[in-house]
Each structure stands twice: as structure tokens, then as C-alpha cells.
């Protein structure tokens, strides 16, 4: 079983809307979470990183981290086509471990 | 700035032939190094880590090697590719835990 579960898998919504995505892990020893953002043809770029429990806001994007429930999301408002992409959540344990652990992507479309 | 390299952008080979792709990063010094397979709109799979040169760790076998010949290389290499080779190979490195990506090289293997 996959360590970090994202869902949905893929996930349309109108430009100008609301797109949350989901990602849960199955390892209570993740304390660190990043979402990553990947245009088709490109390689993967960290969008923000969520180490506590709460909310944490970049301009249009907001994470969410609930360590208990091993939950993370990130919602992006006045959803735009440019943000059209495959977005992935990623953990590490500690604060010394090398390994990132990369969740299966939820596909967004943003629809103009 | 740091700015990371991969070449080709781009291979097509046969089935059985041989492979090397590159990755260099420039303007960080001793980083940790990585390497990912990535099928089509699939998820990341961790191939390789180098903490130092000439130190490098598999994570996954996929009948493929890699070296690192020098402080900012990093190559990835098989002397016989199979089908399942195909897919998006990205070089990594990393800052305080944040990996940051090259723009990856498409394998196609016919």
C-alpha cells in the first residue's frame, strides 16, 4: 500500500473556481509535507511546504495539515487555466531523512 | 542561483541497446542528488540518492546504475534497455529537506 494517498485522481473545475485536493498518509512518523506542481513536460516544482498543524496561505493557494489524521490538502481559489497540471504531495519523516515520498497525483483542469 | 542541467531532453533507442543520461547542478556546493523514473502521468519513483561523490544508493532495482563522478554530476545508466525503461527520468537535488527538479529527459525505448 502507498505510503501517501492523493485523491482525486483528476479533478475539473471552472476558471475562477475552487479546486481542493486531498492526500493522506499511512505513516505516523511524516512530519513534513510539501505540494508539488508539474506542468506537462517539465519537472516537478515545490509550490509550499506545510510543517504544523493549521493553515498556511500563499497567495491563492492554502494548505491545510492535521497531523492526527495524517491529513493534508491545499485548496486554490480564483482557480486560473495556468494552473491547469498533475499536483503531488510529498512527506519525509525526520528532520535528518533524505527520502521524499511522493503520493500518485491528482490531475487538475482548470476550464476557461 | 542554483540551476540544474539534464541531457539529452529527449532519447529514442532500441530495445537491448545502451543508455547514459546526465544531470549537472551548478552553484551548490556538495549537494544531495537524485534520481526519478516517471511513467506517463504517474507518480515520482525514487531510483537513486548520492549523498557524496562516488557514493551513490539504490532504492529500487530496475536494472539500471548510476555514478557520481563528480561533486555536481550525477549519471544514470543501463547497458541493455528494456521496454519498460521508457518514461520521464528527472535529476533532483536537494535544500533542508526541499528537492528541486531538473526539466527531466524523455526515454522512449522501441
Known amino acids: 500500500q502507498q505510503k501517501v494517498q492523493q485523491s482525486p485522481e483528476s479533478l475539473s473545475v471552472p476558471e475562477g473556481g475552487m479546486a481542493s485536493l486531498n492526500c493522506t498518509s499511512s505513516d505516523r512518523n511524516f512530519q513534513y509535507f510539501w505540494w508539488y506542481r508539474q506542468h506537462s513536460g517539465e519537472g516537478p516544482k515545490a509550490l509550499m511546504s506545510i510543517f504544523s498543524d493549521g493553515d498556511k496561505k500563499e497567495g491563492r493557494f492554502t494548505a491545510h495539515l492535521n497531523k492526527a489524521s495524517l491529513h493534508v490538502s491545499l485548496h486554490i481559489r480564483d482557480s486560473q487555466p495556468s494552473d491547469s497540471a498533475l499536483y503531488f504531495c510529498?512527506?519525509?519523516?525526520?528532520?535528518?531523512?533524505?527520502?521524499?515520498?511522493f503520493g500518485s497525483g491528482t490531475q487538475l483542469t482548470v476550464m476557461p | 542561483a542554483q540551476t540544474i542541467h539534464q541531457w539529452p531532453v529527449a532519447e529514442i533507442k532500441a530495445v537491448g541497446s545502451p543508455l547514459s543520461l546526465g544531470c549537472t547542478i551548478k552553484g551548490k556546493s556538495s549537494p544531495n542528488l537524485y534520481w526519478y523514473w516517471q511513467a506517463t502521468g504517474g507518480t515520482l519513483q525514487q531510483l537513486f540518492y548520492?549523498?557524496?561523490?562516488?557514493?551513490v544508493e539504490s532504492v529500487v532495482q530496475l536494472n539500471l546504475s548510476a555514478s557520481r563522478p563528480k561533486d555536481d554530476q550525477f549519471i544514470l545508466s543501463t547497458e541493455k534497455l528494456l521496454l519498460s525503461h521508457s518514461g520521464f527520468y528527472l535529476c533532483?537535488?536537494?535544500?533542508?529537506?526541499?528537492?528541486?527538479f531538473g526539466p527531466g529527459t524523455r526515454l522512449t525505448v522501441l
Open positions: 548520492s549523498i557524496t561523490v562516488g557514493q
Open positions: 533532483a537535488w536537494s535544500l533542508a529537506g526541499e528537492q528541486y
Open positions: 510529498a512527506a519525509r519523516a525526520s528532520s535528518g531523512s533524505w527520502q521524499l515520498i
